[in-house]
Nanobody, 123 residues
């Protein structure tokens, strides 16, 4: 499966943004999907993930309540909804897909990665 992340851009602190992860060459609803982000000079970190069964999500504690993940099967797309954005949320955001049901916060669990979309939050 190939993943295409999009929706990034320049926003102001307090704004909301929705990122999309569109899949081709496979049915995304059969995968667990996660979002990660990497800020300049920092390691990539986990944001949130949605189990393939759709019944559970995993959220990084620091972003809980501000970031949510959802899936729209008809569009073969998973979304990352971001609210009340802060300058420290500025990063390149990546989506990834996994057949795993294990710890979806771990990068190693994911077989497929999108190219990333950049989010910049100005203060």
């Amino acid at each position: 499966v190939q993943l295409q992340a999009s929706g990034g851009g320049l926003v102001q602190a307090g704004d909301s943004l929705r990122l999309s992860c569109a899949a081709s060459g496979g049915t995304l609803s059969t995968y667990s999907v996660g979002w990660f982000r990497q800020a300049p000079g920092k390691e990539r970190e986990f944001v949130t993930a949605l189990h393939w069964g759709g019944f559970s999500t995993y959220d990084a504690e620091s972003m809980m309540g501000r970031f949510t993940i959802s899936r729209r099967n008809a569009k073969n797309t998973v979304y990352l909804h971001m609210y009340n954005l802060k300058p420290e949320d500025s990063a390149v955001y990546f989506c990834a897909a996994s057949h795993s049901s294990d710890d979806l916060a771990l990068e190693d669990e994911y077989e497929y990665w999108g190219q990333g979309t950049e989010v910049t939050v100005s203060s």
